[in-house]
């Protein structure tokens, strides 16, 4: 079998998976996890062998004309270099181990058929994208992922946090998604095709007549599907899904799929100095904010909503500095560990009965119970942490590297501008990274107080999974030395002077957090923070526990965000800031206050102006015929006298008229 035809095999299967699960889920219910898990798996293993027979050398590049067009040609193509084949790779893993969790945490949910068909629909939409060599082709994928978020978000309809949600992603990416659409016309209009090979040997020729501003409209796409300000603020909102969609859409599909994107074409971007410095910016404001506010969330998952925002920061910051090598490096380090953060966060809340970080930190003995879960979150997070040797500490000493590589002048397309911003962002976001990472460690696994609700123990495929998530997180930054041939030929071997500022400030957040957490710990026994654990059951699975944390966590606490727990080290940590960073910087009352309520208004004298005026004038063009037949209708009496006289009146009035008329003339 030819190394295309794998290729086309590997976003095929789940496809077809997905197709299988929606039409034969209800009716045969014991295919239904089947379907969901085998074609996902085959994908995988495919994608191995595309990688295995690409090896790093020549790029497999394969086209067929999809429809004449009669301008620009639309092509079903296949572009695989390095960095399609290993970003395949780990989308059919996160996607595996998603679809194989999945069966134990929801393995009483009445809608599982459906929410299974999805992942594989969105699995299948991903690694749409990463082969596709043509950009009609990507956008297929990219707006099918749109609508499945929307649907796997919305899982836990009857909640109002996840109907909220869901229709807060689809809009907010949706809003990217226009001028996105309209920069890959003006891209294909340049070049004269959508087949991104042209593309890249048209921009290398100097052929694009207005690099900047396709740049930046596709800049506003990407912000939206990898939630980078100012668009990012329906991430944190999704976490009203269940706990493997977060997996999924955080380390390997969705916001994977923006980055992705501008690695793909970074030399259309770097054709703009302009825009260079507008992905820095908005890649170190995206950094240090978010982190800020991972700092001060309550909800587990949102903390690490918020860091995935803040990572996906340093991945925009190394595409802006020019080292896309840097960038996909750590999307697939991130990949990994973020994967297994999410999936533990799942066990944790299965155990605790709570997505509360301040409910947990007063639960006794929480570790023992989910040793699993305690164990790889602890290499997950020092990963996170970017604490040698876990992955995350090559990965991100790769961005940081690079920035310091533009910061001193010493790239050819990156404008020194853009390497300061992004190596003073990233350090700062190493040291805040570090410290929410320590506040959620000790806050879920060092609690005092009371035993937890005993929901019973996780399913052996929960667990499982979290293990083989493990290896990459603690040992892929091993593969620094040979990752370079597959990506650009830049070395990605963390430097000297990054590696010791980076590492320090990773330390100084670390140890610093500690120490409040000590100062903190004692007001934990003071403040008890009431009944906020979720009881359904020592049988329920994991998400009917997860759907009860979350329809409970608002009532307790009075916000979805934040909880009132002076023993918080976050709290101490932010002071005055902490109020504000819970509720990440109000960016959602500034766009209630700049847009949604000024649609709203316009909205409603539309309303109004549809109501009371136009329909006046049409309720007026229905009310005149009626009346003049009322008045007309009054006359016909079925009288023949009092036709014959109103006949005989006519005949005298025209008689009378004409002989008027006629003397007028005269």
Request: glycine share 10%; hydrophobic share 55%; with cysteine.
């Amino acid at each position: 079998m030819t190394t295309t035809t794998l290729a086309v095999l590997v976003p095929l299967l789940p496809f077809l998976g997905a197709l299988a699960g929606l039409l034969l889920g209800r009716t045969v219910p014991g295919l239904v996890r089947p379907l969901a898990v085998l074609p996902t798996l085959a994908a995988l293993v495919l994608a191995v062998m595309v990688a295995a027979r690409h090896g790093g050398g020549t790029d497999i590049d394969s086209a067929t004309e999809l429809t004449p067009t009669g301008s620009v040609p639309v092509e079903l193509a296949l572009h695989i270099d390095g960095f399609a084949a290993l970003v395949a790779v780990l989308v059919g893993v996160v996607a595996s181990c998603v679809q194989i969790y999945s069966t134990g945490y929801l393995r009483d949910d009445p809608r599982y058929p459906s929410y299974a068909a999805l992942v594989s629909l969105f699995t299948s939409a991903m690694l749409l994208v990463v082969y596709s060599g043509d950009l009609m082709v990507l956008l297929v994928g990219w707006e099918i992922m749109g609508i499945c978020s929307y649907f796997l978000v919305g899982h836990y309809w009857e909640t109002p946090e996840a109907r909220a949600a869901s229709l807060k992603a689809f809009l907010v990416t949706k809003l990217g998604d226009v001028p996105f659409l309209i920069g890959l016309f003006a891209l294909a209009v340049d070049a004269g095709s959508f087949r991104i090979t042209t593309v890249l040997g048209t921009v290398a020729g100097g052929g694009l007549d207005h690099p900047t501003l396709i740049a930046l409209l596709l800049l506003a796409g990407v912000a939206g599907k990898s939630a980078q300000f100012p668009l990012h603020t329906w991430l944190p909102d999704a976490m009203a899904g269940p706990t493997p969609v977060s997996a999924l859409i955080h380390a390997a599909t969705m916001v994977a799929a923006g980055v992705y994107f501008v690695a793909r074409l970074l030399p259309v971007f770097a054709a703009s100095a302009a825009a260079l410095v507008v992905l820095a910016v908005m890649a170190a404001v995206t950094m240090a904010g978010s982190a800020l506010a991972a700092l001060a969330q309550d909800d587990i998952k949102r903390v690490l909503a918020y860091s995935t925002i803040g990572q996906l920061g340093y991945l925009t910051g190394a595409l802006a500095v020019g080292d896309r090598g840097a960038a996909v490096f750590h999307l697939l380090s991130h990949g990994a560990f973020k994967a297994l953060l999410f999936l533990g966060a799942g066990v944790i809340i299965h155990a605790a009965g709570t997505n509360s970080l301040a409910a947990m930190s007063r639960m006794k003995g929480l570790r023992d119970r989910v040793p699993d879960a305690f164990w790889t979150m602890t290499v997950a997070l020092l990963a996170l942490a970017a604490i040698p040797p876990f992955s995350g500490f090559f990965s991100k000493e790769a961005v940081l590297g690079a920035a310091e590589h533009a910061a001193t002048g010493h790239s050819e397309t990156a404008p020194t501008a853009a390497g300061w911003i992004v190596l003073v962002a990233g350090l700062l976001t190493a040291l805040l990274t570090a410290a929410y990472a320590t506040r959620l460690w000790l806050l879920a696994f060092n609690g005092q107080g009371p035993e937890a609700p005993d929901h019973g123990r996780q399913p052996l495929t929960m667990t499982a999974v979290l293990w083989v998530l493990a290896v990459p997180s603690l040992a892929f930054g091993l593969t620094v030395g040979v990752l370079p041939d597959w990506f650009d030929g830049h070395s990605l071997t963390p430097t000297l002077t990054t590696s010791v500022l980076g590492t320090g400030f990773a330390l100084v957040g670390g140890l610093v957090t500690y120490g409040a957490w000590r100062h903190t710990t004692a007001l934990a026994v003071r403040h008890p923070m009431g009944a906020v654990a979720a009881d359904t059951g020592a049988g329920a699975d994991g998400g009917q526990v997860e759907a009860e944390a979350i329809a409970t966590h608002t009532p307790a606490y009075g916000d979805v965000a934040a909880a009132l727990d002076p023993a918080d080290p976050g709290r101490l940590l932010l002071g005055p800031l902490h109020r504000h960073a819970a509720a990440g910087f109000h960016l959602d009352a500034v766009y209630a206050a700049l847009f949604v309520r000024p649609v709203q208004a316009a909205a409603r004298l539309v309303r109004f102006l549809d109501r009371e005026v136009v329909d006046t004038y049409v309720r007026g063009a229905g009310t005149a015929p009626r009346w003049l037949g009322a008045a007309v209708r009054r006359a016909q009496t079925g009288n023949v006298q009092t036709y014959l006289s109103a006949l005989l009146a006519g005949t005298v009035v025209l008689a009378v008229a004409a002989v008027l008329v006629a003397t007028a003339g005269a």
